[in-house]
Nanobody, 127 residues
Framework: QLQLAESGGGLVQPGGSLRLTCVAS????????IGWFRQAPGKEREGVSC????????WYTDSVKGRFTISRDNDKNIVYLQMDNLKPEDTATYYC????????????????????WGHGTQVAVSS
């Protein structure tokens, strides 16, 4: 069974950067699209970004376009979310999730589609 573990969260000032890491164990990530989701206190979970199996397909929610970059290293079973120019509204718990996909170039951020979830890592952006 696939297990996911996020790391890399923390407290950062506005304008700062963090790199979140999602490490998979128990199975290969080769067959999964990966999504990053976040949930701020009192708010609903939202999809932030996703990447297809082949990494040729990526998607970002509008509020993070140009600031966040998703990437994956299938050999290491790791997915990254590089977050630059962070804003206070990025404060949330960030989760990675895996969606089994036959297609190599498809990803969506519809949470019920995802089969496995990590426990989350907290990101706080504050001066």
């Amino acid at each position: 069974q696939l297990q996911l573990a996020e790391s890399g969260g923390g407290l950062v000032q506005p304008g700062g950067s963090l790199r979140l890491t999602c490490v998979a164990s128990g199975w290969t990530l080769d067959y999964y699209a990966i999504g990053w989701f976040r949930q701020a206190p009192g708010k609903e979970r939202e999809g932030v970004s996703c990447i297809g199996r082949s990494a040729e397909t990526t998607w970002y929610t509008d509020s993070v376009k140009g600031r966040f970059t998703i990437s994956r290293d299938n050999d290491k079973n790791i997915v990254y979310l590089q977050m630059d120019n962070l804003k206070p509204e990025d404060t949330a718990t960030y989760y990675c999730a895996a969606d089994f996909k036959d297609q190599k170039n498809l990803c969506i951020t519809y949470a019920p589609e995802y089969d496995y979830w990590g426990h989350g890592t907290q990101v706080a952006v504050s001066s």
